[in-house]
């Protein structure tokens, strides 16, 4: 088996399971180019667990790429940025989310192995366009499936987000019931015994606005607390 085989089997994204806030995407950004040398090679050196640690990661596979996402002078990666203000509006849907804020979390605890997140994805393999397919997303696609089922059954997080509308079968699969949506198809919701269950359109998809992140984040909230105790 090769390394990339490997990868695509085993690792699954960052954080730890026993996390409260989950978010599943469809597949690791960006294509084999200069920004990613070493991506699994990186993964691996740092024990090529299922999760492993956002940070690290990105500092193992140069200065580029952990300034750009984890560095003093971050900036708020495209996909992460809107689901960090997701999860800060959770957390605190009494407060504005500033924009410092959402770059701080995503510096210093988006991903973490000591935070309260994981950010993992259904496939383990990296395409830029979901229309370039090959052989190792479709030969561990059903693995990986299982595995996400078999972890949420196990770990039974406050919520998990899982993004990509072209991914609603899978996720479907992962929760074993279907998504019941709001009156935009901006999101569906359904509750796997206590967590609550989010499908979303993908964070870059067009007509998204921001102020709907900060929106969601109060709903979630709002539906994990009035959930009766009797279904907990």
């Avoid at 500092?59 to 560095?71: L, Q, S």
């Avoid at 999101?187 to 709907?212: D, E, N, R, S, Y």
């Amino acid at each position: 088996m090769t390394l990339k085989e490997e990868a695509a089997q085993k690792w699954f994204g960052y954080g730890k399971w026993s996390t409260p806030f989950w978010f599943i995407g469809m597949e690791q950004g960006g294509e084999e180019d200069k920004d990613h040398i070493g991506w699994e090679k990186a993964w691996k050196d740092l024990g090529g667990t299922e999760l492993i640690d956002c940070r690290d990661h990105h500092r193992k596979m140069g200065e580029r790429g952990n300034d750009r996402w984890h560095g003093q002078f971050a900036r708020l990666q495209n996909t992460w940025g809107p689901l960090i203000k997701l999860l800060l509006s959770f957390k605190h849907p009494e407060k504005p989310v500033e924009l410092q804020d959402a770059k701080e979390y995503q510096r210093t605890q988006w991903g973490s192995i000591e935070g309260e997140t994981v950010v993992a994805e259904i496939l383990g393999t990296r395409t830029q366009f979901l229309k370039k397919q090959n052989d190792l997303r479709e030969m561990y696609k059903a693995h990986r499936t299982k595995i996400f089922k078999d972890k949420l059954l196990e770990f039974s997080p406050v919520f998990v987000v899982l993004y990509g509308r072209g991914y609603l079968n899978i996720h479907e699969q992962i929760i074993g019931q279907s998504f019941q949506m709001d009156d935009e198809e901006f999101a569906g919701f359904t509750w796997h015994g206590k967590t609550l269950c989010i499908h979303i359109k993908h964070p870059v998809a067009h007509g998204i606005f921001g102020h709907q992140w900060i929106d969601l984040g109060k709903k979630i909230k709002s539906l994990v607390e009035s959930r009766p105790a009797k279904d907990n």
